[in-house]
């Protein structure tokens, strides 16, 4: 062919030599005859050999001296890069095989023939290599790839690199070369250099590599042996990826194959890298933070300098793509009116069209691959960060001082580190805007100014005032921001302490009332948060209109100017504007996103600048420095610095080693501030503090942490089991341990939900023992449990394992103070007596009076007679002559009060297990049904069509713009335009602004409907929970339903909606570019139908990896929460161990937990976002040949150059829109989150309108109890096994029995925390389970054994539901002596109280709940160790109290101080959840041998050894 001929002279030319001979031969060797007959046989000679090689391997297998079994497939890198290299150029040759046989097969010459006999053999030598290393290789035992093919794969580089240099000597001088030819030679340099370096690289992984490839696919779970390899062992294959598997994320590829054979778990998730981990960038933090020596305190500028200086190389690289990004975006735009004015027959030179097609193919890869880079990096930024600064708050709030804590709650910490941290990690994806929109809007106008000159300062201006009218609403952005967090601050803060307390809220009634409070405050919130989604919804307005409103500035400009508008230009200039459109929606996003930080930023010094624990509080010692253990000198100490009267004041004693010191004193004496003076908790005014050796501490409210009973006790000390088992005999924990199903392996539930106060105290006691420390510090942990406990564990723990220990105990019992070596009597904050016990006693008042209280207590003994009573001749039914000989069984069942409620849960392993599971999550693809509940949720889905039909005549309008201006635009031929200029500009100014008001109507109903949906969601949520019956708090921690009620929510309140309008967006925009490209590229349908198939299986294949990774990033969020709420309320006790190191290793690891699959989430979005790219590239690149391979005139111009400028974004959107799948797909899973806590059971109804109680029910308060059998689940034994008495209406009874026994269990079933399985409870005859809970609740009082107080003010703790006068709760405060210590404070009523009401002492949070019966005036009233924190003292003027206000009520009391009920009508023992005895306790006394009598003696015998001398 002509062709031929041609390529044959420009050979001779480029390589001409005077002799003729030389001519000849060197014409040949470079004549495409010979070049493709030498390819053709070294493709043949490879066959051969390779055929040679499998004939002699197959006649070794059927050698009988090589009947070894076929080795296992093993792991080796870079053979999948072979192997699809191999194939690649297999199908790449067929496909150009018959490319060359189709377009040339009319008429063959020897070039032709040559070529096409070369590429059959290509073909089936590349196969046929592609079969070898797939049946063959794959088996073998080879280290590296066989030198054969290691060979050939050089030789074949080097050759097509030879071919390739002819090609471009050969265009170079005569200005043509076979499309196909290029295409072939070039295709196969690339290929081959992936080859070569497979062939170099390439080896067999190592055996514990493979194991580790291979562990997850054969087991989740580490078992036998490798559960002793280091987790290390395990690191993401990120961290040691080859260059090809880092630009292709290849190096995900085995997670995602995990992914789609199983379900994914945490084990399943590679490590991070030390440099992606929190132990590296932390440290690196704290180390830029602690550099800047010119001042200590953090300061906005400083934390965010520092932060940038920790992650500065991975923003460099970010920095770096996002330019090559940004020059590649470019290039096309800058290019279409060459490739036009090609199209419209005005090329420059030969083949200039396939240069065009090239280079845009070029700019699209480079795109493709920076843009990837650049996301993946700043994800990688972002992850790093969040780590940081939850490590920071974390390490702060666990040093702040007590005022610090009071002024921030537990919930408003944890909002910072589950809403700032992870706003300042998203920041990472806008960082680079900051210089990147300059560029772009830079490269536009250059872009403009080449096409249409002047009229680039028109569009330059039109862009400015976009620009600055987003300012104003990026003001308003930051504001509403920054309102719409503190509001959520101040509602989880509610929250937070709601859920720490709804059992009393249940018991009380008040839940109800307290979620009014929590509606409340999310109105508060939900007002800025309206505000917000209706700015953030004209921001979209503006974002959408911008380049149409720049276009038409521009356009008009031209018009009034006389600037001729051609269609190439035209194109140029829509297609800069489509991309102009990104940085002007990135600029209001980025003010936006740079708001927020802003505010995070601000939150976040103002927390990391509060003030710490003073460091100097206490001077401390090495052990067996000194024989002095602890001393005070003058000491000051005080809870708020800017009082004038400090807590504690004139301090001076001095403790020895060895030395038992007790503390007494009355309620708010400062006991307890005595002990946290002693750990540096309570700030030091003046005085100094010294301490010698390591210190334990018992706290008065135990902290027990969510775990194994067994990692409470050991704490992180080493088991030694001989220790350990001596620890558990001291503290009457191996019965306990006993009936459990799991022993000491239990799950405690949080805040030892599953335990009874008695036995939290003892497991804490427990944890101190075996600490082996030098001090001990006891907050008067026996209150919280029986009089035989109490001797048991104060002779046991204190006097036996502690003898030889330095033991410093608060105490309200006086039977523990003559055992004592020093006694502290406290008043008002000073030592008012110190000595031995007999020294003291009748050297001042205040012991004498103490102990004379304890004495009066102990005279009720004696002044009992025994004879009939006239008011206890009544026996019950029930009483012991009908229930005294029940059978018993083992004593000492588990739980008291929930520790019932615990071998519930724990007694059957077999069917439920722990009490506290790990969280629950949806396995498998998000139900459409959740999709349709959510989109169907606001106005019944009303507004769903509406929002696609705006958004459909949006991008209709927006091409039919475009469409307006390419083809009523004339072309550079043309001598006469086909419209008049201002005809063309009036039509599309109309055309925009019906698309502006489409947009406009889309986004106002987008976020209507996301707002509507948020808050319905919210109240149904809340509903649910607060409905939720007490099994349903008591096993779940409170940090999985805050992780709802906050990241969840948050994400039901902005993101989703948004997400969801993107998705329909982009699904829309994409058919839009199809539709538009298919008009003139018609065949790009053979080729898109097959890309977008590809593109679906990928996506299939992603999916669920990329699930169930977001899944374990919601479900791994909970722990970290957890933790951080149970460190911040056990901080005084970890620092009191010295154990802040330990619970800061164990954060870190939780950090890390919850990083890993937010990393791993991010390479698999960009995994599957680099293959869409290039898929869809291969499309755009497929329809730009096809353009310039027709014949001239056969397509229009400026439709063509229409349909390039939509190509341009095809890419963009066609990963776009399966980004936005995918995303959806994983912010969904926040929605199935909540609509799992829509589905809890609930309680029954809180009222019945059939059947309420009248209005004075119940006016005798008669309790009836019938064969009452109660369980806690349905798979669980009984605790109350058939229990029936009766309580008279106006008797005070009196409950009391050994741990386990049933009495809180009664208690509960009374309220229906639980109801009974069997049996029945009428109160004056009427079925309480007949009735609401309201009603019932209502109607009844309680003082539990925890005195909860909230926060908020002295009124609203005593009279939450506002239903009483100022005079009436003064009353109650008198009467509960409390009235004198509130008139004292500054606001009287109105005075605050923190969270939790730390600023009172437990005594007087007790008498504060003593006031709420005491106003409530029940009835029926129950008491649940109410008197237990305070002391003897205090204890009888409670009970004058109680017999005076509740005369004619009837009155229930749980009590572990005899004394308490021995002045009752009647007493009530249990035991194993059965009556034992019944009666009067006269009668039960006069028995000798009755369990009363001996519970009786038992607290004499202990109480009567305080007066022995």
Not at 350 to 373: D, I, M
Request: net charge neutral; charged share 20%.
């Amino acid at each position: 062919m002509a062709t031929s001929n041609a390529q044959n002279e420009g050979m001779f030319m480029v390589f001409s030599h005077p002799s003729p001979h030389i001519h000849e031969a060197i014409s040949f060797l470079q004549s495409p005859i010979f070049l493709h007959i030498f390819s053709a046989s070294t493709h043949l000679a490879l066959m051969l050999l390779l055929s040679m090689t499998w004939v002699i391997k197959r006649c070794n297998m059927v050698n009988p001296g090589h009947s070894e079994q076929r080795p296992k497939v093993r792991s080796f890198s870079y053979y999948k890069l072979a192997l699809f290299s191999s194939l690649g150029l297999s199908l790449f040759h067929l496909v150009l095989c018959i490319f060359n046989y189709v377009w040339d097969g009319y008429g063959w010459s020897d070039d032709n023939l040559s070529l096409q006999l070369d590429l059959v053999f290509r073909t089936l030598s590349w196969f046929i290599i592609s079969a070898y290393l797939h049946f063959e290789f794959h088996h073998s035992k080879e280290e590296k790839f066989t030198i054969l093919l290691r060979i050939w794969w050089c030789f074949y580089f080097f050759m097509c690199s030879s071919f390739f240099a002819l090609d471009l000597i050969y265009y170079q001088k005569l200005g043509i070369l076979p499309t196909h030819l290029w295409v072939l030679d070039c295709g196969s340099v690339l290929i081959s250099f992936f080859l070569c370096y497979a062939g170099l690289y390439g080896k067999k992984n190592g055996e514990e590599e493979m194991r580790l490839l291979e562990e997850p696919l054969l087991n989740g779970n580490n078992v036998g042996g490798s559960s002793n390899r280091s987790k290390k062992d395990n690191v993401t294959p990120y961290a040691n990826a080859r260059l090809f598997s880092l630009l292709t994320f290849s190096w995900m590829n085995p997670l995602l194959k995990v992914g789609n054979k199983k379900t994914l778990d945490l084990d399943d998730v590679p490590q991070l890298a030390n440099d992606d981990s929190v132990n590296g960038i932390f440290s690196v933090l704290r180390n830029k933070l602690e550099e800047d020596s010119t001042s200590s305190r953090v300061g906005t500028l400083k934390l965010a300098n520092a932060l940038f200086f920790s992650v500065w190389k991975e923003v460099l690289w970010t920095v770096l793509f996002s330019l090559l990004y940004t020059a590649s975006t470019y290039v096309g735009p800058y290019l279409i009116d060459t490739f036009y004015q090609y199209l419209n027959g005005r090329s420059e030179f030969a083949n200039e069209g396939y240069v065009l097609v090239s280079a845009f193919s070029t700019a699209k890869l480079v795109e493709c691959l920076s843009q990837r880079h650049w996301f993946f990096r700043m994800q990688q930024v972002g992850i790093r960060v969040r780590a940081a600064l939850i490590a920071m708050i974390y390490k702060k709030g666990m040093s702040l001082s007590i005022r610090s804590r009071q002024g921030h709650t537990s919930g408003e910490i944890i909002n910072f580190m589950t809403v700032d941290a992870e706003r300042l990690g998203d920041f990472s994806f806008y960082m680079n805007d900051i210089w990147t929109v300059p560029m772009q809007i830079m490269l536009a106008l250059l872009i403009l100014y080449k096409n249409l000159g002047l009229a680039s300062i028109a569009a330059f201006v039109a862009t400015i005032v976009v620009m600055l009218m987003n300012v104003p609403l990026g003001k308003l952005q930051e504001k509403y921001q920054k309102k719409l967090m503190e509001s959520k601050d101040v509602r989880m803060k509610a929250t937070t302490e709601i859920l720490r307390n709804m059992r009393i809220l249940k018991l009380q009634g008040w839940e109800m009332k307290f979620l009014s409070k929590i509606a409340v405050l999310r109105k508060n919130e939900t007002n800025w948060l309206k505000r917000f989604v209706y700015s953030l919804a004209l921001i979209m307005f503006i974002f959408w209109g911008a380049p149409t409103f720049v276009s038409v500035a521009t356009f008009g400009f031209c018009v009034l100017m006389g600037i001729p508008l051609e269609s190439g230009k035209i194109l140029s200039a829509l297609a800069t504007f489509r991309i102009l459109q990104e940085p002007i929606y990135r600029l209001p996003e980025l003010l936006s996103m740079v708001a927020q930080a802003k505010v995070s930023l601000d939150r976040l010094v103002s927390f990391l600048c509060l003030e710490d624990l003073q460091t100097d509080a206490v001077e401390k010692l090495p052990g067996g420095s000194s024989n002095v253990a602890v001393e005070v000198i003058d000491g000051n100490f005080s809870w708020d610095l800017s009082s004038s009267n400090p807590t504690l004041k004139d301090l001076n004693f001095r403790v020895l080693h060895g030395m038992k010191v007790a503390i007494c004193g009355t309620v708010g004496s400062g006991k307890s501030s005595l002990l946290s003076c002693i750990l540096g908790e309570v700030p030091k005014i003046s005085g100094t503090v010294k301490l010698c050796g390591a210190k334990a501490y018992v706290a008065q409210s135990p902290w027990i942490q969510s775990g194994k009973i067994e990692e409470n006790i050991l704490f992180g000390k080493e088991m030694d089991r001989e220790k350990y088992d001596c620890v558990l005999d001291a503290c009457s924990l191996k019965k306990d341990l006993e009936i459990l199903a799991f022993g000491d392996q239990t799950v405690i539930g949080e805040r030892g939900i599953n335990l009874s106060g008695g036995q939290k105290q003892r497991v804490q006691i427990a944890r101190a023992l075996y600490q082996d420390a030098d001090i001990y510090l006891f907050d008067d942990p026996f209150s919280a449990v029986d009089a035989h406990t109490g001797s048991h564990l104060f002779n046991e723990c204190l006097l036996g394992m502690l003898g030889s220990k330095t033991v410093i105990y608060v105490t309200h019992q006086v039977e523990f103070l003559p055992s004592a070596d020093l006694i502290l009597v406290l008043r008002d904050g000073r030592i008012t007596q110190a000595g031995k016990y007999n020294d003291i006693l009748n050297s001042g008042t205040d012991f004498m009076e103490l102990v004379s209280a304890h004495k009066q207590a102990l005279s009720a003994l004696d002044s009992i007679e025994i004879e009939d009573d006239s008011e206890a001749n009544t026996n019950v039914e029930g009483s012991s002559s009908d229930i005294g000989s029940s059978k018993r069984t083992a004593p000492h069942a588990e739980v008291e009060k929930r520790e019932d409620q615990n071998v519930k849960n724990d007694e059957t392993i077999g069917q439920k297990g722990q009490l506290v599971q790990d969280e629950e999550r949806e396995k498998g693809k998000v139900s459409l049904s959740v999709y349709w509940k959510y989109i169907t949720m606001a106005y019944r889905g009303a507004l769903l069509p509406l929002i696609l039909l705006a958004q459909i005549l949006f991008l209709i309008l927006q091409i039919g713009s475009n469409y307006w201006m390419a083809s009523a635009a004339p072309a550079p031929t043309d001598t006469r335009a086909p419209v008049e200029g201002s005809v063309l500009i009036r039509i599309y100014v109309a055309l925009a602004i019906g698309s502006s008001i489409c947009v406009l109507i889309k986004d106002l109903l987008l976020v209507t409907s996301g707002f509507k949906t948020a808050t319905l969601l919210f109240n149904k949520m809340h509903m649910c929970i607060f409905r939720a019956p007490m099994s349903f708090f008591d096993a779940t921690p409170s940090g999985r339903i805050l992780n709802r009620v906050s990241t969840d929510q948050s994400a039901v309140d902005i993101a989703i909606p948004l997400q969801i309008g993107s998705f329909a967006f982009s699904a829309i925009q994409l058919l839009g570019v199809i539709v538009v490209m298919s008009q003139v590229a018609w065949p790009v349908f053979i080729i898109f139908i097959p890309m977008i198939a590809t593109g679906i299986w990928y996506q299939q294949y992603y999916i669920p990896t990329s699930r169930e990774l977001a899944r374990l990033v919601g479900v791994c969020k909970a722990p970290k929460i957890q933790h951080f709420s149970e460190s911040l309320s056990g901080s005084t006790t970890i620092r009191s161990f010295d154990q802040e190191s330990r619970f800061m290793d164990i954060n870190l690891r939780l950090i890390d937990a919850y990083s890993r699959p937010k990393f791993h989430t991010a390479g698999a979005m960009e995994w599957l976002c680099f293959r869409l790219d290039i898929l869809s590239s291969i499309t755009y690149v497929f329809c730009l040949v096809f353009l310039v391979s027709v014949p001239k005139g056969v397509v229009d111009p400026g439709i063509a150059g229409l349909t390039v400028m939509y190509g341009l974004n095809l890419n963009l959107l066609q990963t776009w829109f399966i980004w936005n799948l995918c995303n959806l797909e994983n912010k969904i899973i926040s929605v199935e989150r909540i609509f799992q806590y829509m589905s809890i059971p609930s309680e029954p109804p809180l009222v019945i309108e059939a059947n309420r109680p009248g209005p004075d029910w119940p006016m005798k308060g008669k309790v009836d109890i019938h064969d009452l059998q109660v369980r806690y689940a349905p798979h669980m034994p009984l605790v109350l096994r058939g229990l029936t008495c009766t309580f008279l209406g106006g008797m005070k009874t009196g409950i009391v029995g050994r741990t386990g026994s049933g009495k809180s269990t009664l208690i509960q079933t009374l309220f229906r925390i639980i109801d009974p399985v069997a049996g029945q409870i009428l109160i004056d005859g009427l079925d309480i389970s007949a009735i609401g809970l309201h009603d019932l609740r209502s109607r009844l009082s309680i003082i539990p054994q925890d005195p909860t107080m909230f926060e908020g003010t002295v009124r609203s703790n005593l009279d939450p539901l506002e239903e009483y006068t100022d005079e009436q709760i003064w009353e109650a405060l008198d009467r509960c002596q409390l009235g004198d210590e509130v008139r004292r404070k500054e606001g009287k009523l109105d005075s605050k109280v923190a969270e939790n009401g730390e600023d009172w002492s437990m005594g007087q949070r007790q008498l504060v709940c003593l006031g709420r019966v005491i106003l409530k005036r029940s009835k029926i009233l129950v008491l649940d160790e109410a008197t237990a924190s305070v002391d003897t003292a205090t204890d009888n003027l409670i009970q004058q109290t109680l017999r005076q206000q509740f005369l004619d009520c009837t009155v229930i009391t749980i009590a572990h101080r005899i004394t308490s009920v021995l002045d009752s009508d009647m007493v009530l023992l249990l035991d194993d959840g059965l009556v034992v005895e019944h009666d009067s306790p006269t009668k039960l006394l006069e028995n000798k041998s009755s369990s009363f009598s001996r519970l009786v003696s038992e607290y004499t015998e202990r109480s009567s050894s305080s007066f022995e001398t």
